[in-house]
């Protein structure tokens, strides 16, 4: 089983940066992404990067302003995210999950705890 554990979440103001991490443990999955919602809204997925080769999708939302990246020696994810708007305000989730690797939740079967991002103007 694998366990997520995500940081790097704080509060930063409109065209601000901030770098997620998410720090897995456990069996090394196929793919890992990043989800967020915010309050009174569904799930979204953000990005999912593939484990192996390197592969990347993004939601049309953050293209161009987030980038996925990992270090499989640290099974460590992350998420840099720049240009940052008020409607990224959300917890951020990393997950994982061994399928058709995409933005697409249904594909990933465990879940970290979330960091909060706030984006103010």
């Known amino acids: 089983q694998v366990q997520l554990v995500e940081s790097g979440g704080g509060s930063v103001q409109v065209g601000g940066s901030l770098r997620l991490s998410c720090a897995a443990s456990g069996y090394t999955y196929s793919c890992m992404g990043w989800f967020r919602q915010a309050p009174g809204k569904e799930r979204e997925g953000v990005a999912a990067i593939a484990t192996a080769g390197g592969s990347t999708y993004y939601s049309v939302s953050v293209a161009g302003r987030f980038t996925i990246s990992r270090d499989n020696a640290k099974k460590t994810l992350y998420l840099q995210m720049n240009s940052l708007k008020p409607e990224d305000t959300a917890m951020y989730y990393c997950?994982?999950?061994?399928?058709?690797?995409?933005?697409?939740?249904?594909?990933?079967?465990?879940w970290g705890q979330g960091t909060q991002v706030t984006v103010s103007s």
């Open positions: 997950a994982a999950g061994n399928s058709y690797c995409s933005t697409y939740g249904k594909y990933f079967g465990h």
